[in-house]
């Protein structure tokens, strides 16, 4: 099972609870829609990010697990300028992809 991947009891086991008072239930229902917000916003940037991804690896035909293990700035057309695009386009998604998998830990309880 990769390291991302928990099982319930292990995500119980390590839950951390956090409790955020507010006014009353409509702004509750605000926080709870932004968090939703935030999270499409991460999905629509992980498509994009994947989409720049894919134009690279069809370029240069190879993956960009390759590329980033194997080739360096001279390999590529582009030289160094994208060589820091494509490795930066990797590191992006997967920050966004750890943050969007953390915001889908969370619950919602309202009281």
Known sequence: MPDYMMTAIE???????MV????????AVTVQRALESYQARLQ????RTRRRLKGFEEKY???TEHFL???TAEDL?????????WAGEAKLLEGLEVELREL???????Q
Do not use: H, N
Request: no cysteine; proline share 2%.
């Open 20 to 27: 955020i008072e507010l006014p009353d239930q409509g702004t």
């Open 11 to 17: 995500a119980k086991a390590m839950s951390i609870e």
């Open 77 to 85: 057309r582009g030289g160094d300028l994208e060589y820091v695009e």
């Open 69 to 71: 293990a194997e080739m």
């Open 61 to 63: 035909e190879t993956s």
């Open 104 to 110: 889908r830990y969370a619950r919602f309880q309202l």
């Open 44 to 47: 629509s940037s992980i498509q």
